[in-house]
């Protein structure tokens, strides 16, 4: 056997030495530090509504809504080694309220988006201000503002929830409160924000109510699926993406919330789309309709034959295809926005 060379052996003895000193060399790790292209642990997932809504419904029988604070169960990924989480830098989960129930009003600095899976006669309250929660609705509470949800339905409704966790602990810059009332006063009619700010248009003495956050709170679905069909009808389909439209900020034009990024698009009939990546891992909602997603990264694939209410997500630069016989519409967020703002977003669209 041969004797170590030299300079390895003085290698490992400086490393042994400045160790103490928490010291370590670079050169060991700059590979694995600065990758030649994103290196992600995260793994493409997929839960499937009629294995989830079991155990949301178990829950309720569990815990209520108000000993919970928030009756969530966690999508979480299965390559983070059990974290809350779905990708790196997002959280999501299916939160669930039964009729009579109130989810108790609190505040904190993560963004948080909801979007309505299942049922109709609940609503979400922020900053004064309720809406009623319809299937395929997107309503966003906006950091640090107070929000309490409610029912008054007769069954179950169920709501995706997204927020920037991971990315607000990466900073170290989570606060939380809780309101002294169970549930806030209301103090602005339903559509308030909608009429000053939803029509192309805004008060003249107006400012941003939510700072970089949209000052609609509430975006319906029944105005989205207007204007995809009349896209499907009267314009080009995208080759990769069908017809797919971002929801914005209509104060600035750019995502609604400063750290997420949503959109809304669908897919025809008969629609075999081409593969693309992008830096930004997404997180998806199946609305309507139904399809397959085909997922490929380093020579491994996944597919997943989506339906209504499912939900999967494609983390950070895995080529994904998607195809719909009869056609569907899918909802999505991911992290785009800081991406963009740091100028490290990059997107490849393959032929």
Known sequence: MNAPHPAALEREQLNRDMAP???SPLWEVLHALVPREPATPCLP?????????????RAAEAITAEEAVRRVLILKNPGLGGQAAITQSLFAGLQLIM??????????TQ???????????????????RTSMKPGDFIITPSWTFHDHGSQAQGPVIWLDGLDIPMIRFFDAGFSENDVNKSQAVTRAEGSSMARYG?????????APFGKTSPIFS?????????LERLERDAPIDEWDGVKLRYVNPLTGGAPMPTM??????LPAGFEGKGSRQTDGAVYSVVEGEGVALIERNGQSWRFEFGPRDHFVIPSWHTARFS????????SFSDRPVHQALGIHKEERLS
């Open 261 to 266: 990024a949503t959109f809304m698009q669908k």
């Open 21 to 23: 000193l928490n010291l």
């Open 99 to 108: 009729p009579g129930e109130v989810a108790p009003s609190h505040r904190h």
């Open 219 to 227: 975006y319906p679905y029944d105005r989205t699926r207007e204007a």
């Open 111 to 129: 963004s948080a988006l909801r979007f309505i899976v299942e049922g109709t006669g609940a609503h979400t309250a922020v900053d004064g201000e």
């Open 324 to 331: 719909s016989k009869r056609g569907c519409v899918l909802f």
């Open 45 to 57: 997932a997929h839960w499937k509504y009629g294995e989830v809504r079991p155990f949301l419904m």
């Open 199 to 207: 029509h192309n248009m805004a008060p003249v003495q107006h400012d």
